[in-house]
């Protein structure tokens, strides 16, 4: 998790310092990755409360952003044992980066991988939230910082390690060509949903 840890930090602060220029407070912000711990869909709902949008249509496109965890849920599903509520709170921290770091092998995963992998994600998440609503005001825009290349520097470091065969490079250039044409004609979520069927077609045949 190392190398991750300066991506996820700076995303954090960006998400922190984006949420307090959209007009949350500092709480509000703090409580919303505490709960939600879900960066892109988090992102998405305060760039469109920012822009004046409504509830709904921020909901919505943090609910289309987060579909793509409905298929991560489901490939790691056999790795959790126990009570349902141990379940569901054990499963809070199965998210890109943790899916990714946990696989073994290709449908294999394990599960202290996972939930160690995710437990960090979500410590430095917050504590980068935390660092960007205090420091909103001295850090100004964080596009001027580059703290807005840390969340596709970290995706790319994290799809590299899963290139390891022909079929992987298929899917993911795949997804990438359906998530390209599809990203300036659908809205927001619909291009992410759409390439991650690329690779379950690929899974079906």
Do not use: H, K
Request: aromatic residues 6%; proline residues 5%; positive net charge.
């Amino acid at each position: 998790m190392a190398p991750l840890i300066p991506a996820i930090l700076g995303f954090g602060v960006s998400f922190g310092v984006l949420a307090r220029s959209a007009g949350l407070d500092a709480w509000a912000t703090t409580a919303m990755s505490l709960t939600t711990f879900a960066g892109s869909a988090q992102f998405a709902a305060v760039s469109i409360l920012g822009a004046g949008g409504g509830v709904t249509a921020a909901v919505v496109a943090a609910v289309l952003l987060n579909a793509r965890y409905v298929a991560l849920g489901v490939s790691v599903a056999s790795v959790f044992r126990g009570p349902a509520l141990r379940r569901l709170l054990e499963s809070q921290l199965v998210i890109d980066e943790s899916w990714a770091l946990g696989t073994t092998a290709p449908g294999r995963f394990d599960r202290r991988l996972l939930l160690g992998a995710g437990a960090v994600c979500y410590l430095f998440w917050v504590l980068g939230t935390v660092v960007g609503v205090l420091g909103a005001s001295a850090l100004g825009d964080p596009t001027v910082l580059g703290l807005d290349a840390a969340f596709p520097a970290l995706f790319l470091a994290l799809l590299v390690a899963q290139l390891r065969s022909r079929r992987a490079v298929l899917a993911a250039v795949g997804g990438a060509l359906v998530a390209l044409v599809l990203l300036p004609l659908t809205p927001l979520g619909v291009p992410i949903i759409a390439a991650a069927a690329v690779p379950l077609l690929g899974l079906r045949r």
